[in-house]
């Protein structure tokens, strides 16, 4: 592994990823339509759109990667179409006909998620599919797209699940703000244990399938997560605890419900991102654990303990509150 081309490099794990790989020493570029978060990576930045064939194969011809890792998508929710998520599809199929024409590429790593199934189900195939979101229809179309390719370099899915730590935004960066805050709430008595993942960890679990024997992740599909769930209420408390803020309220789940009804009836008014709504309030409540198992046995011991991350997201947020 010797070049990587990131393709949406400029993104939360794009950002990561890229100044992973300067730290060992691996040459990467990134492949963004939009300008570099870390202004650090501004001289790796190649300005260009995977709607845009040519450019993708100028820039693969130009740079010659042997590993691409395409993270490009459209990430949010609010789209209502398949075709509003055409960066999903259209860009999986125009990534796949750049790389097909580029010798060098000896392995692709297309990013995927988890919204591509339900969040209280757990799927008995990897081309099992029930989104239950445009964006996670997207997703799987994307998935379906990269099966049936005929791609001769080695290829995986990667699929992250809630991933969270520096250079992040919606809705984990709103989760930290909250507890910094002392407005966060818990539904009270409840302990909820989500498989959510450290930024950190996933782009070592990342550069480790990279670079594992082609046998061991060809065609095969990977969750990227910490190997073990985290409980929330413990995970807001270790928040809380880094930023010394005020102690967690517990709430009623009554009064929960009540409170989102109020955040869905201001979203439909306008408001683009109340605090609670009955959809946020429904993931938060969801159990929502993966077998990361296979990820795992490929990868091994992961570089950061939770309170770690979260110790180092904290100091990230300190030290850059303009974004």
Not at 52 to 66: M, N
Not at 218 to 237: I, N
Request: aromatic share 12%; hydrophobic share 40%; charged share 20%.
């Amino acid at each position: 592994m010797n070049r990587v081309l990131v393709t949406g490099g400029s993104g939360f794990i794009g950002t990561n990823l890229m100044e992973s790989l300067a730290l060992i020493g691996v040459q990467a570029k990134n492949y963004d339509w939009r300008p570099p978060r870390d202004c650090r990576q501004a001289s790796s930045h190649y300005d260009g759109n995977i709607m845009d064939p040519a450019s993708l194969r100028g820039v693969l011809a130009d740079f010659k990667p042997d590993v691409v890792v395409h993270l490009a998508a459209r990430c949010d929710l609010a789209g209502r179409s398949l075709f509003d998520y055409s960066a999903n599809t259209t860009g999986v199929h125009n990534v796949i006909d750049a790389v097909s024409e580029a010798p060098s590429v000896e392995r692709v790593v297309f990013a995927s998620s988890r919204y591509v199934h339900s969040n209280d189900r757990q799927p008995t195939r990897d081309d099992e599919y029930t989104p239950f979101t445009m964006y996670g229809v997207s997703k799987a179309e994307g998935e379906k797209i990269v099966r049936a390719s005929k791609l001769e370099a080695a290829w995986l899915l990667l699929r992250p699940t809630s991933i969270w730590g520096p250079w992040f935004d919606i809705p984990y960066k709103g989760f930290f703000e909250a507890i910094r805050k002392g407005l966060y709430v818990h539904p009270r008595g409840e302990a909820i244990f989500k498989s959510y993942g450290y930024v950190g960890n996933v782009v070592h679990q990342i550069y480790q399938l990279s670079v594992a024997p082609a046998s061991q992740i060809h065609a095969k599909t990977f969750y990227a997560a910490d190997y073990k769930p985290l409980e929330v209420k413990s995970w807001a408390e270790n928040i809380r605890t880094s930023f010394s803020a005020r102690e967690i309220w517990e709430m009623p789940l009554a009064i929960m419900k009540s409170a989102a009804k109020v955040g869905d009836l201001a979203k439909k008014l306008g408001w683009y991102n109340p605090p609670l709504t009955s959809f946020r309030l429904g993931n938060l409540r969801t159990q929502m654990v993966y077998d990361i198992s296979a990820t795992e046995n490929v990868v091994g011991p992961l570089p950061f303990s939770l309170q770690e991350g979260v110790e180092r997201t904290v100091d990230w947020m300190r030290q850059h509150k303009e974004h």
